[in-house]
């Protein structure tokens, strides 16, 4: 059964505009989560965390946010640049175990 | 700059034929994972390792193999390919209370 899921396979947005994009999981162990950013025919690079302990982090463009009582994370991309335009995995993991990966999100930034 | 290495990006090969796929990282990572990525299925795990001579068996061993006889080389192992294990293979390490450093992934195709 997944433990991570994403439910939307796509999203399209405008350059400019805002990209949220949805994270659920059923483990109530997990204490770290990841977002991760892969082109077709790279591996997935890292993009940002979040520990348990937070219910936000931001670096740049990107925030990450953790509603645990909803078991449920988002990532935001403000501005959307074109270059965003990748599949972006959640994933999340028990301390010190394996991480546990959605099935991705196809973000597509319209010029 | 942490690296894990995947020594081949495209690979062609033939339904029953044994094949190894290598993956090397610099970082004296413990931990290190083998996943598969499919569309739509999103990253599952297939074997992971937490030392030199250690495996274990992730969601989707069947079919699979390992080998960790060096701390910095951890091999996928494909006993007799089959047409199912056409997929893009990636290889992370990790290092505890971080997340995974993954290469640049490995197209496989089985014909």
């Known amino acids: 059964d997944q433990q991570v899921k994403q439910n939307s396979p796509s999203l399209s947005v405008q350059e400019g505009r805002i990209s949220i994009l949805n994270c659920d999981y059923t483990?109530?162990?997990?204490?770290?989560f990841l977002w991760y950013k892969k082109y077709p025919a790279e591996g997935p690079t890292f993009l940002i965390s979040?520990?348990?302990?937070?219910d936000k982090n931001e670096d740049g463009r990107f925030t990450v946010f953790l509603n645990k009582s909803a078991k449920h994370l988002s990532l935001h991309i403000v501005p959307s640049q074109p270059g965003d335009s990748a599949v972006y995995f959640c994933?999340?993991?028990?301390?010190?175990?394996?991480?546990?990966f959605g099935t991705g999100t196809s973000l597509t930034v319209i010029p | 700059d942490v690296k894990v290495t995947q020594s081949s990006r495209y690979l062609v090969k033939r339904t029953g034929e044994k094949v190894f796929l290598e993956c090397v990282q610099d970082?004296?990572?413990?931990?290190m994972f083998w996943y598969r990525q499919d569309p739509g299925l999103g990253l599952r795990l297939i074997y992971f390792?937490?030392?030199?001579?250690?495996?274990e068996k992730g969601d989707i061993p069947e079919g699979y193999s390992v080998s960790r006889e060096k701390k910095e080389r951890f091999s996928l192992i494909l006993e007799s390919a089959s047409t199912n294990q056409t997929s893009m293979y990636l290889c992370?390490?990790?290092?505890?209370?971080?997340?995974?450093?993954f290469g640049s992934g490995t197209r496989l195709t089985v014909v």
């Open positions: 390792s937490y030392d030199v001579k250690m495996k």
């Open positions: 979040i520990s348990s302990i937070k």
């Open positions: 483990n109530s162990m997990f204490d770290y």
């Open positions: 994933a999340a993991s028990e301390p010190g175990n394996q991480f546990y």
């Open positions: 992370a390490s990790r290092d505890l209370g971080d997340g995974y450093t």
């Open positions: 970082m004296d990572h413990e931990n």
